[in-house]
């Protein structure tokens, strides 16, 4: 009997899935990349990069321009295919999944990309409600009312609802693409560089919220930043994505850290502008 221990059926039903991502979401760690590597025309980005993302935590990604954050992102949410490795999330492998399978973990993610533009043409409204319309099937009327609440999670007035993107700051922009991240009431979230462009009190405050969504909503963060304000108002750990691998941390570890470009980052004179004595 011991050979038939390692058979698995081919094809897994309905059933099946759901079980195994619901005993996946009740692991602690929500995302597990392991020896991960991507590039692009010969040139290797990641090589072999490790990560554990744990349950309900605010991970910080930093890294210098160019050196794979906003790819190991698109990796973990299926929009970029890596050369080699693994990526768990929920418990399950994502590399090669099939596209439907795909789709059922997205419904459990919010992603604010770095461009992250918001629909031109459409008012704020229908922007948060694109999820709602492309996932599920809700009245117009529970739309607008779930989209009012979502405005009011992040702050904004009511009448954005019916606001264009053009009449709206940045900050407010922001709160809104974060507004259609949460659109579908997701346990993990990921933002690109959210605060990029912001003045430092919109900046601030914008850190703000994330930590009081991810308290209140218990959500996992998956934050991408270059700004140490943020990672030290908002995350409870941070990855430097460097020497093309992952170091993970907490500014106090991160501090005592050797490598050049995270002693340089994290106790050069901007760092200990924002960092104080910590
Ligand atoms: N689809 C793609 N095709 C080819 N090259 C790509 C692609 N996506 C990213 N790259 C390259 O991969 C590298 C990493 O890009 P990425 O956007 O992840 O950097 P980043 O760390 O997010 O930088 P930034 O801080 O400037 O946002 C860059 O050299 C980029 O040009
Ligand atoms: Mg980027």
Excluded: C
Aim: aromatic share 4%; glycine share 10%.
């Amino acid at each position: 009997m011991s050979g038939m221990g390692n058979m698995r059926p081919a094809v897994r039903s309905k059933a099946e899935k759901e079980a195994s991502l619901r005993a996946g979401k009740k692991e602690e760690v929500v995302i597990k990349v392991r020896d991960l590597v991507n590039g692009f025309s010969g040139k290797i980005i990641h090589d072999h990069l490790d990560l554990d993302v744990r349950r309900g935590e605010v991970l910080g990604v930093v890294g210098g321009s160019g050196t794979g954050k906003s790819v190991l992102l698109r990796s973990i949410v299926g929009l970029n295919r890596p050369l080699e490795g693994s990526i768990k999330v929920f418990g399950q492998e994502t590399v090669g999944m099939a596209p439907e399978e795909m789709r059922g973990l997205q419904l459990h993610w919010g992603v604010l990309f770095q461009e992250g533009a918001l629909f031109s043409s459409m008012t704020v409204a229908q922007n948060i409600q694109v999820p709602m319309r492309r996932w599920t099937h809700m009245s117009q009327h529970l739309m607008d009312e779930l989209a009012a609440m979502k405005l009011s999670l992040v702050g904004l007035p009511e009448d954005t609802a019916r606001k264009y993107p053009s009449e709206l700051s940045g900050g407010m922009k922001k709160r809104a693409g974060l507004a259609r991240a949460l659109s579908l009431d997701p346990e993990l979230l990921f933002l690109d560089e959210p605060t990029a462009g912001l003045d430092p009190i919109s900046a601030a405050q914008f850190d703000q919220l994330v930590r009081d969504l991810q308290k209140s909503l218990g959500l996992t963060v998956f934050l991408v930043t270059h700004d140490i304000d943020t990672l030290r108002a908002a995350t409870d750990r941070i990855a430097v994505l460097v020497r093309k691998k992952i170091t993970v941390g907490t500014i106090k570890e991160l501090l005592r850290d050797n490598d050049p470009w995270i002693h340089e980052y994290f106790s050069g004179p901007r760092g200990h502008a924002a960092l104080g004595d910590m």
